[in-house]
């Protein structure tokens, strides 16, 4: 994926060190005894699993009498690729550490493989690819959408910002489209299409996708073979990470293919398997799905990764729902009701988006910018940071090529929704806007009629409002929240009734 200089082992590199999910962001440590906690691992940002492996690590693993070179080299002389195999002492070490030494893990990666990688492979099929090229996914990101690398590559194929921009992953305020497996599989097989057509081996093409074209260019330069490059002639030459990057790819395709003859049988796996997709044509927030057709957030969340505010901003562009087959069908039936359902609980905080998606603000609303001006030794990201906002997203919305900034400079920073008639403002990525109230009437309010509340992960203004059957609003105003989408879990709210 151009150069992103990220430890590709995923969550198998996390078996071989003791770490904590503290410190798991920081530094290497000593040797794990379980796969228990590399499952655990499956689920959380990539920063909590990207460590260095070197190739004396895995040599302290000894050597397994079922594992013997024999029998490895017949078994891969058998299996059907255009990708060229080959078995050497580096492939069997990851061959080892696949499908004996995690052997819980590889189960876990191969329960998920059975929703992915269908389409995967109808999608990689489509660009006439080998369809062997998505279990780098294994290596990515052990097929978790929402994997995240210290240096930011995100998502089942882990793309950077710029490498996803270039092949069409739109990522702002509401989507990221390299959390979307499906937008994010087509954009990967473009990606190792052209890689392909740049050096014409597929060795050097998964080389390239893990430390970048520029890294591999400078290896055949330095190998001495740029009129017939390979990968085992260019590998000395490669970024220590990146040499073992491709053996650990041919261990992913040894595991997939013999898991079974090792014992290793695919974990069941709580994402629905039949699932189907309809598209969105108006905003709408998964809350509003979750309450009328009765199913959970955390489903809907697992098929709708791409969405990080819980919202389809379907203002101008129809977007994709993806729900279990049994859904659809009420969905299409009770679309109105659902568009329709607590529109104001769910949506109010976000209308200021209509406006910067369509050029047309609601009648009922008026749209005021909010500035941040540059204090000297001010650093875009620090304003980004205080502002929710991402680097990409400050940058864009001021039109700034580089980072640098000027002291007393002007960003746009985010924007008021004011509702027409209604002194009380809602404000979007921005932490210090001020709530004009008409009065303090969250302060003079009887304590003994209040709710005490504790935000917890997967909360919004939205979903807590319908529980306790008040407004997005009204829950702002009464514990003095600045930023309607800045809830912090474990964060204590007072709800008071309408």
């Keep these: 994926m151009t150069v992103k200089n990220k430890n590709f082992f995923a969550v198998f590199i996390v078996l071989l060190f003791s770490i904590t999910l503290s410190s798991a962001q920081e530094t290497c440590c000593d040797s794990v005894e379980t796969d228990e906690f590399i499952e655990d691992l499956l689920s959380v940002e990539m920063d909590s699993m990207l460590h260095e492996l070197s190739d004396a690590t895995l040599s302290t693993y000894d050597v397994l009498e079922e594992f013997s070179d024999q029998v490895l080299a017949e078994r891969f002389s058998n299996i059907l690729t255009t990708v060229p195999l080959a078995y050497n002492q580096k492939v069997k070490k990851w061959v080892e550490l696949y499908c004996k030494k995690i052997t819980k893990t590889s189960a876990a990666v191969l329960g998920r493989t059975q929703y992915y990688y269908p389409y995967m492979y109808e999608i ?8 062997e090229l998505v279990y780098l996914t294994i290596i990515e990101s052990a ?23 270039a092949y069409g992953l739109e990522v702002n305020t509401f989507i990221d489209d390299r959390r979307d497996p499906f937008k994010a599989t087509d954009a990967a097989a473009r990606h190792l299409r052209d890689l392909y057509n740049s050096f014409h081996d597929w060795g050097l093409v998964i080389s390239a996708y893990n430390g970048g074209q520029g890294n591999v260019r400078k290896a055949i330069s330095r190998c001495g073979c740029k009129d017939n490059p390979d990968y085992w002639k260019v590998a000395p030459f490669l970024p ?3 040499q073992s990057y491709y053996p650990a790819f041919l261990g992913a395709l040894y595991m997939m293919n013999y898991h079974t003859t090792h014992g290793i049988e695919p974990d069941s796996v709580s994402i629905p398997l039949d699932v189907d997709t309809v598209m969105v044509n108006k905003e709408l927030h998964l809350g509003q799905v979750a309450a ?33 087959a049994a859904d659809l069908d009420a969905f299409i039936t009770l679309s109105d009701s659902i568009y329709k359902y607590q529109y104001d609980d769910f949506l109010a905080t976000y209308k200021v988006y209509e406006y910067i998606y369509t050029g047309i603000t609601d009648s009922n609303y008026t749209i005021k910018n909010i500035y941040h001006t540059v204090r000297k030794g001010e650093s875009i990201a620090a304003i980004a940071r205080k502002h929710d906002l991402s680097v990409a997203e400050l940058k864009e919305m001021n039109h700034l090529k580089g980072n640098s900034l000027k002291q007393d400079q002007r960003l746009l920073v985010g924007f008021q929704s004011i509702k027409k008639g209604n002194t009380t403002s809602v404000s979007n990525g921005t932490n210090n806007t001020p709530i004009v109230q008409n009065d303090s009437s969250s302060s003079h309010q009887n304590s003994a009629s209040a709710t005490y509340y504790m935000v917890k992960k997967g909360d919004t203004l939205g979903v807590i409002a319908q529980k306790y059957h008040t407004t997005v609003q009204k829950i702002m ?6 930023n309607a989408n800045a809830l912090k879990i474990g964060q204590k709210l007072t709800i008071y009734g309408k």
């Design 292 to 324: 009328v057709l009765n199913v959970s957030m955390d489903e809907l969340r697992l098929l709708n990764p791409q969405y990080k505010k819980d919202v389809i901003p379907a203002y101008k562009h129809t977007f994709p729902l993806r729900l279990k």
């Design 240 to 242: 220590r990470e990146t």
């Design 477 to 482: 105003t009464d514990n003095q929240i600045k």
């Design 124 to 131: 990689f099929d489509k660009y006439n690819l080998p369809e």
């Design 143 to 165: 097929l978790n959408p929402n994997a995240v690398s210290r240096a930011g590559a995100t998502g089942i194929w882990q793309f950077m910002y710029r490498t996803g921009k």
